[in-house]
């Protein structure tokens, strides 16, 4: 019963994208990251106890979401489709994605200053002194790194896991982005949720990438990826912007000032030509076609394996007290 939840999941998010007043597991997920930090994040053994807490965090989510549809499903089979459609839907960010990156080009023809706020929301490098180039080009940097995150991955876990893994990646991708940071505070507690979060998308990022490339029908794309996307400082971000420079035939990365510190990205491509909005329109064009194939492909992988529940085909056994055996039903 997947299929047709994750159908109309598409369906509302291509509407509504990600709506303000509605309550986002993200949003939750964010403050118990913040609560646990603040407890636990201090002295010595950061890495152990940063461990710790991913761990706790990223399970609790799998098996609480694993339990709550379970329970579902044993009082209505169409209240299950309906939680899991609305938790599909709030799991998916491509329409939002997509907006943010339509607002910086439209701020910029209002101005400068316009544009460089509204592209530090979707990018965290610090935007007061960036040209109107590099406005577009951390925009469509982050087009193509986000379709990994926000849409490849979430689908390609749910498609694994159900709606169950779908939740527990995006609480690694939100301890990443809260926690996954190389300073004084982050090195040491956030280093294994850093891994975990590289780990995750390590199988995403580049299924992103080949769909891009496939979509794009450009031979450089596929040069690119395989000469570039190892060469980027992440070990999956590279691919897919990889990807997306040699469809437009662009250059990405170069120096970026976070905050105070000048951090040097390795240059993707060798084209310094002038962005335009044509470009940005035929990222959304990828970005949408990546969307539908990957979906078609998770459909695909559902019918032919004949186990479109993810993780509602495990069975939980608890056989004593703090022990259990997890069996997948044949």
């Not at 035929?282 to 998770?298: D, F, S, Y």
Request: charged fraction near 20%.
């Amino acid at each position: 019963m997947l299929i047709p939840a994750l159908i109309f999941a598409w369906i509302l998010d291509r509407i509504l994208g990600d709506p303000s007043w509605m309550p986002h597991p993200v949003v939750v997920f964010g403050k118990l990251i913040a609560f646990f930090e603040k407890k636990c994040n201090r002295g010595r053994g950061n890495f152990v106890r940063g461990m710790v807490v991913t761990v706790v965090l990223v399970t609790g989510v799998f098996f609480f979401f694993y339990r709550v549809i379970f329970l579902l499903g044993q009082i209505n089979l169409w209240l299950e489709v309906f939680f899991q459609m609305v938790f599909i839907f709030m799991g998916l960010a491509g329409t939002t994605l997509i907006r943010e990156g339509e607002s910086v080009f439209e701020k910029l023809q209002i101005g400068i200053d316009e544009g460089r706020r509204q592209v530090g929301r979707i990018v965290g490098r610090d935007t007061k002194n960036l040209s109107s180039h590099e406005i577009k080009t951390a925009t469509l940097e982050t087009l193509a790194e986000n379709l990994s995150d926000g849409v490849v991955a979430p689908l390609f876990w749910l498609a694994i896991f159900g709606v169950p893994g779908m939740m527990a990646y995006k609480m690694i991708n939100t301890l990443d982005s809260m926690i996954g940071y190389k300073n004084e505070r982050y090195e040491q507690f956030g280093k294994f949720a850093a891994r975990l979060d590289d780990i995750a998308n390590y199988l995403p990022a580049r299924i992103t990438a080949l769909l891009m490339a496939f979509f794009g029908m450009r031979y450089r794309a596929f040069q690119f990826i395989f000469r570039f996307g190892r060469s980027h400082n992440s070990p999956n971000a590279g691919y897919p912007e990889a990807a997306l420079a040699g469809i437009l035939n662009v250059q990405f990365g170069g120096d970026h000032d976070y905050f105070g510190e000048v951090v040097s990205k390795p240059k993707i491509g060798n084209n310094k030509r002038a962005i335009n909005i044509s470009d940005l329109n035929k990222t959304i064009q990828i970005n949408r076609a990546v969307e539908i194939l990957m979906i078609v492909l998770v459909i695909s992988v559902w019918i032919i394996t004949d186990l479109p529940c993810g993780a509602q085909n495990a069975e939980v056994l608890f056989s004593g007290p703090g022990s259990f055996v997890f069996t997948i039903k044949q």
